[in-house]
């Protein structure tokens, strides 16, 4: 009984240490990074595509600005220096948000403050037409002026203009304060976008749920272009359960049956123990083992815009 | 369950309500320095919100909460009834540096809607050492309202007392 007390005490302890060294590790490296903020020469001005009925601009981490024809989506939108206020922006946004064109549709996948900034949201709230979080969001929110929609997995709402977007099933987790934990199981969703004939995957943060990716590819069976995620990878034995890695993301690309897939999601804040540059590395050695290349898997850089489907 | 329907099953969201981590947290007390005639002493203060109305939460939200607050919902806004014990090493007999303080606090936004700076707001009145005595406070809170300063100051007892609180509040 002593042994199995003392063994327990060991194992607490033994992941405590564990536990409080990455912590240490990664809170290291994000104040490492305090006033390092590259910028980007060059920055698109004028994001609307006149030649394109589908383009993606990567503003940087999981914000994309779409076009599809004369609507703009914007996706997760971070464009503060920090998130959370620990962790510093390595690279400046892909576009001013002085520049942006009015938002059909903003899309909140879940609650982190990586991907629901409400300063971001402050910023952009005279662009923002209508805004979707998943179930659960709105508590988070606060009160702005732009409508503001909660939508649950499988339900669709149909915006201004026919631009249609669906919530769809990931895995992750939709606390943002950590002791919400309990309450909130739910909180984190995928979406769907479609108009005029084109479909976009986005899927915010996500675990491998090959399941998941095959009921939605079921209900989307021609989806153009899917934004997954590659980051973070490491520590891999706690980050497996809610983040693919570049090679997960290569195969939720196949499982959902997509054209064309844009990483996204690294290389703009240290949110891991990843090492610089290693997240797009991995993915290019994954890629080259699983004969992929690039006229499928467009590598953007932080503020290139890439037109898939031209006018 | 078949494949289809448990890609369809979303977790749960309910209300906040007391857990055992939550418990636990709310033990962890919040050190004072406290100046009363002149005299330095070491202080602690521990927190509990009966009720709070939240002004900045989303206009479709429900926004009255009980004990558990979310961190938002109080600093995007909100005005908050406390209760507060509080230990003030001011005298020999132990049983004597124990208080009550009750008030009410409003908190409003700065930065992040108040997840990255709040300021707050607010009077109270406490019982300590056979007084009652009526205090007046400004607090800025960060990360979260995670880490704050709370200042008060109090006219009575004679000679007034400051009291200057590092405020560690999880929700």
């Keep these: ?311 | 369950m078949p494949g289809e329907a448990r890609a369809q099953t979303e977790g749960e969201i309910g209300s906040p309500y007391p857990t055992w981590p939550w418990i636990v947290t709310q033990l962890v007390p919040s050190p004072e320095l406290v100046i009363q005639d002149g005299q330095p002493a070491f202080g602690a203060r521990w927190q509990l919100t009966p009720v709070l109305f939240s002004f900045g939460i989303h206009r479709s939200q429900r926004p009255w909460r009980a004990f558990v607050v979310e961190p938002i919902v109080r600093h995007s806004g909100s005005l908050e009834w406390y209760v507060s014990p509080e230990y003030i090493a001011l005298d020999d007999d132990f049983s004597r540096r124990f208080g009550l303080r009750t008030g009410v606090r409003s908190y409003v936004p700065l930065i992040e809607r108040g997840d990255y700076l709040s300021l707050s707001f607010g009077t109270s009145v406490m019982r300590f050492q056979e007084q009652t005595a009526v205090a007046y406070e400004v607090g800025a809170h960060v990360l979260f309202g995670f880490l704050g300063t709370l200042l008060s100051y109090s006219p009575t007892p004679e000679g007034g007392r400051f009291i200057s609180t590092l405020q560690l509040r999880f929700f």
């Design chain 1, 1 to 311: 009984m002593r042994c199995a007390r003392s063994a327990l005490a060991l194992a607490v302890v033994a992941m405590m240490s564990t536990m409080g060294c990455r912590i240490g590790q990664l809170m290291t490296r994000n104040l490492a990074a305090f006033g390092e903020e590259r910028s980007l020469p060059n920055r698109i001005t004028h994001p609307e595509r006149p030649d394109a009925r589908l383009a993606v601009l990567w503003v940087g981490h999981a914000t994309a600005l779409i076009q599809m024809e004369d609507k703009f989506i914007l996706t997760d939108p971070v464009f503060t220096d920090t998130i959370g206020q620990l962790s510093p922006r390595l690279v400046e946004p892909g576009i001013a948000v002085e520049n942006l064109p009015p938002i059909d549709a903003v899309l909140i996948s879940h609650m982190h403050f990586d991907h629901m900034s409400l300063g971001s949201l402050e910023m952009l709230a005279s662009k923002v037409r209508w805004l979707g979080l998943p179930r659960g969001g709105l508590v988070y929110l606060t009160d702005f002026a732009f409508p503001a929609r909660e939508v649950p997995w499988w339900t669709s709402q149909t915006l201004a203009g026919g631009l249609r977007v669906t919530s769809v099933p990931v895995q992750h987790n939709g606390w943002r304060y950590g002791m919400d934990r309990d309450w909130r199981q739910g909180g984190y969703t995928g979406w769907v976008i479609e108009y005029r004939g084109m479909t976009v995957y986005f899927s915010g943060d996500t675990a491998l749920n090959a399941e998941r990716f095959r009921a939605t590819a079921q209900r989307f069976p021609s989806i153009d272009l899917a934004l997954l995620p590659i980051s973070p990878i490491h520590p891999r034995d706690y980050m497996h359960k809610m983040h693919v890695d570049p090679n997960e993301a290569l195969t939720a690309f196949e499982l959902l049956g997509a054209r064309w897939m844009v990483p996204v999601h690294y290389d703009t804040f240290v949110n891991s123990l990843d090492e610089a540059g290693e997240p797009k590395r991995v993915l290019l050695e994954a890629m080259e083992k699983r004969g992929f290349d690039e006229s499928r898997v467009a590598l953007l850089e932080i503020g290139e815009q890439r037109v898939f489907i031209e006018r």
